[in-house]
C-alpha cells in the first residue's frame, strides 16, 4: 500500500497541551507531507519533510522522519481549539490517503 | 500559499441529472491537476489525474464514462457527473500540483458536496 496510515484515529486534549501524532507507510519515499483538513472542507498543506531530513519546524508544528522505520511523527505545541481538525500524512507526492487522526482541542 | 477554488460548493440534484464541478488554480499554473471523493469519515480516494492538453488517467474502479475530465486550460479542469445517481453523493475535493514550490505540493479546493435525490 502507498497510503499513509495514521494513528491515534482520534485524539482528544485540552487547549493549551500538546499534541502528537504519527503516521507510517511501507514504501521508500522521497518526501512526506503532512495536511490538515477541518470538517467537510478541502485538505491544507501543512509541512513538507524531505527524505534526508529528520526534524522540521514550522511554528507550532515539528515533523520527525525515520525513513529507517518508515514513520513520521506531527507535534502541534500549545494547542489551540482552532487546531481541531482532521490530519493526515501523504507520503511521496502521495495520492493516498489514510483515515487520518481526528483532533479535537477542548477551550 | 497557493489558491485553489471549486464551483459549486454545494450541489442537490435529481437522479437522471449531470453536474459539473470546476476546479481552478487562480495564482498559479497547474499542468496536472487531481479530482478525489471522499466519503464520510473515511479516506480521500484518487478518481483521475487530469493533465492539461490530454486524457485524464484514471484510477482502477473509476468509471471514465461516468466521471468525465477536462482539463483545457492550466487554470482549469472540470469534472462532469453524468447521469447522476443516489450513490454518486458525495464529497468531491480537486487538487491543482504547483511545482513552483518545494516537493510538487499539492494545495486542494474546499470540495464540492453533491447530493442527488
Known amino acids: 500500500s502507498q497510503q499513509g496510515e495514521e494513528d491515534p484515529q482520534a485524539l482528544s486534549i485540552q487547549e493549551g497541551e500538546n499534541a502528537t501524532m504519527n503516521c507510517s507507510y511501507k514504501?521508500?519515499?522521497?518526501?512526506l507531507q503532512w495536511y490538515r483538513q477541518n470538517s467537510g472542507r478541502g485538505l491544507v498543506h501543512l509541512i513538507l519533510i524531505r527524505s534526508n531530513e529528520r526534524e522540521k519546524h514550522s511554528g507550532r508544528l515539528r515533523v520527525t522522519l525515520d525513513t529507517s522505520k518508515k514513520s513520521s511523527s506531527l507535534l502541534i505545541t500549545a494547542s489551540r481549539a482552532a487546531d481541531t481538525a482532521s490530519y493526515f500524512c501523504?507520503?511521496?507526492?502521495?495520492?493516498?490517503f489514510g483515515t487520518g487522526t481526528s483532533l479535537t482541542v477542548i477551550p | 500559499g497557493a489558491v485553489v477554488s471549486q464551483h459549486p460548493s454545494r450541489v442537490i440534484c435529481k437522479s437522471g441529472t449531470s453536474v459539473k464541478i470546476e476546479c481552478r488554480s487562480l495564482d498559479f499554473q497547474a499542468t496536472t491537476m487531481f479530482w478525489y471523493r471522499q466519503f464520510p469519515k473515511k479516506s480521500l480516494m484518487l478518481m483521475a489525474t487530469s493533465n492539461e492538453g490530454s486524457k485524464a488517467t484514471y484510477e482502477q474502479g473509476v468509471e471514465k464514462d461516468k466521471f468525465l475530465i477536462n482539463h483545457a486550460s492550466l487554470t482549469l479542469s472540470t469534472l462532469t457527473v453524468t447521469s447522476a445517481h443516489p450513490e454518486d453523493s458525495s464529497f468531491y475535493i480537486c487538487?491543482?500540483?504547483?511545482?513552483?514550490?518545494?516537493?510538487?505540493?499539492?494545495?486542494f479546493g474546499p470540495g464540492t458536496r453533491l447530493t442527488v435525490l
Open positions: 501523504a507520503p511521496r507526492n502521495q495520492f493516498y
Open positions: 487538487s491543482a500540483q504547483d511545482k513552483r514550490g518545494e516537493g510538487d505540493t499539492q494545495y
Open positions: 514504501t521508500s519515499i522521497n518526501n
